[in-house]
């Protein structure tokens, strides 16, 4: 799927910004190839992502993806850093990952 770019405005930037993760961060995140996951939500498709900013900080995304014009834009709903325990848990599970496709030969 081909991502044209981020759909900001009014109603996401202000919930994306007030945990002071920058909208340039929230970017970097989603096209850093994040840990992507669906977001529990009944009332419409969001999912959740976990990565790394440039400058090596862990952040906390949802996200949904928005069709606008004939593309589909990426539209964050949140955004957050995480905590120590989170990113230990996020970095055991990344390492888990390698070790095991190393194995299978990928």
Known sequence: ?????????RGNWPKCGKHGV??????????????VMADPNPDEP?????GKTAAGRYVFLVFMLRRIGGETRLRPISARYMHKKEIDHYEN???AHAIA?????C
């Open 93 to 95: 599970q990344t390492q």
């Open 22 to 35: 920058s909208r340039e961060e929230i970017e970097q995140v989603l096209l850093r190839n994040p840990a």
């Open 46 to 50: 969001r999912m959740r992502a976990i």
């Open 101 to 105: 496709a190393q194995r299978r030969g």
């Open 1 to 9: 799927m081909k991502i044209a770019g981020f759909d900001w405005d």
